[in-house]
């Protein structure tokens, strides 16, 4: 999920010495992007607590912090187990990773402008419940609940829905969700042709660009 209040941090400006170091000293990972069918995939539940799930875990936070997000979901990068990893924190520097979470229980309402890595640029309105409590397991299998209200809340129920298939766009009317559907579609080329365009002008420049721009919300 994409925080309405990370709007600033979507301005830095991409050429940042950093975006470079990033994307080649840790291991960030593609997100799919809306309307990509994988993004309706049901995850599996994660079994083994091993190496692989620690890697896909940091894998997961370094996306996320990178992006820049407040939560990802394993299905947002092509990983179809139950394990969603968020930090709402003002500091970026609280980290919660849930594998196999389940809502126990659901109270009052809210309604919060989302947004979502998997659909860049576009914010609307959803109504979830504003208190949950939640069981789940951390990195190393072990059992926890946590009660979680407002932000964390809503984050905690937008990237579950990720690892069921469904995306907050699903909230929205079927005329909205096309239009935003073919907006995407429409930067997507967009997008090809100028880094086509780029490859063409600079020759053997080396990498270029990361392919993932940071446009600014809305
Ligand atoms: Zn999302």
Redesign the pocket.
Known sequence: ??SVTGRQALLLPLEHPLGATIETLMAIRTILEFPDPRLRTRAQPVTRFDADLRRVIDDMLETMYAAP?I???AT?VDVHQRLVVIDVSADRADPLVLVNPEILSREGETATE??????PGFFDEVTRASRIRVRAQDRDGNAFERDCEDLLAVCVQ??M??IDGR??VDYLSSLKRERVRKRLEKERKERAARSASETRGRGGEGPGKPPRERRSAL
């Open positions: 999920m994409r997000g939560g990802l979901a947002q989302e947004g979502c890595l998997s659909v937008h990237e829905d990720h995306l907050f």
